[in-house]
């Protein structure tokens, strides 16, 4: 009967099939949020948010920016506390800034946000 042993992987075979699993591993999820605006309402993705609202003749006004929050860059916000409530600070600024554009646009008044 012959014996036959099992070989341990090197150093190089496991940083190979690392490397293979990271490179198939599908992206990371990312949740996108929302809230309801005065007859619309307002998505926030990953760089990008949009408020959408219908005007009083009844079409769609919709806004599009691109996102300028440093919360999620530097040591700081490594933070899960302070990364929470820096996030919640935002959400509620930019959702207050979409409610205010949303009855400006009720009124008629389509301006831009301010940042």
Known sequence: MDVVRARHPSAGDILLTAALNAAAAPPATFFYGGQAVIEGV??????????????????????????RSRVYTGRPWSLPLLRGAASLWEMLALGMRALQWSANVQLGDEVELSP
């Open 42 to 67: 307002l998505m926030r993705g990953r760089r990008h948010y949009a408020v959408a609202a219908r005007r009083p003749d009844g079409a769609i006004t919709v806004l599009s920016e691109r996102l």
